[in-house]
């Protein structure tokens, strides 16, 4: 069998190895980040998902705002085997819900500002194990 590739490594490692790591990856309107910095915070995210028992090939929705925050999240999960679903901020929360359902996620990486409007429905997903706010979570009865 040959080596395991590993998108994270395609998209990110090699921009660092190549000598790129001080270069910006992602700008958002508030801050940016370098190639060395986004595969630190990555690896980070990848080890909260090991931590928290999220397996390979197991699904995490990402209901996030488009901030530098959401490549962070996205590849780490690529980078820990697990399988990210993007949804769209502009759904309803019913339709959130059947998606959330049907793709059965084991957690959901959630924009602090976007939470209230999910919160009545979070209780309907059986699956879903972790709920991690992403951004000011002072407030939040959630990780």
Same mark, same amino acid.
């Given at each position: ?6 998108? %994270? ?9 190549? #000598?790129? #790591? ?45 901030? &530098?925050?959401?490549? !962070?999240?996205?590849? #780490? %999960? !690529?980078? %820990?085997?697990?399988?990210? &679903? ?14 959330? @359902?049907?793709?059965? &996620? ?12 999910? %919160? #009545? @429905? ?8 972790? @709920? !991690? &706010? @992403? ?9």
């Amino acid at each position: 069998m040959g080596e395991t590739y590993n998108a %994270a490594a395609e998209l990110l490692d090699c921009h660092v190895a190549q #000598g790129r #790591g001080d270069k910006p990856a992602y700008v958002d309107s508030t801050r940016q980040v370098t190639y060395s910095q986004l595969q630190a915070d990555s690896c980070r995210v990848a080890n909260l998902l090991q931590r928290l028992g999220i397996r390979r090939e197991e699904r995490i929705a990402l209901i996030m705002l488009d901030t &530098v925050e959401f490549p !962070i999240v996205f590849l #780490g %999960a !690529i980078r %820990a085997g697990v399988v990210p &679903v993007p949804l769209n901020t502009l759904l309803t929360p019913e339709q959130l819900l059947h998606v959330l @359902v049907d793709s059965r &996620v084991q957690a959901l990486f959630i924009s602090a500002p976007l939470l209230p409007a999910l %919160a #009545g @429905v979070l209780g309907r997903l059986e699956d879903l194990r972790d @709920v !991690i &706010v @992403v951004g000011d979570a002072a407030a939040s009865p959630y990780r």
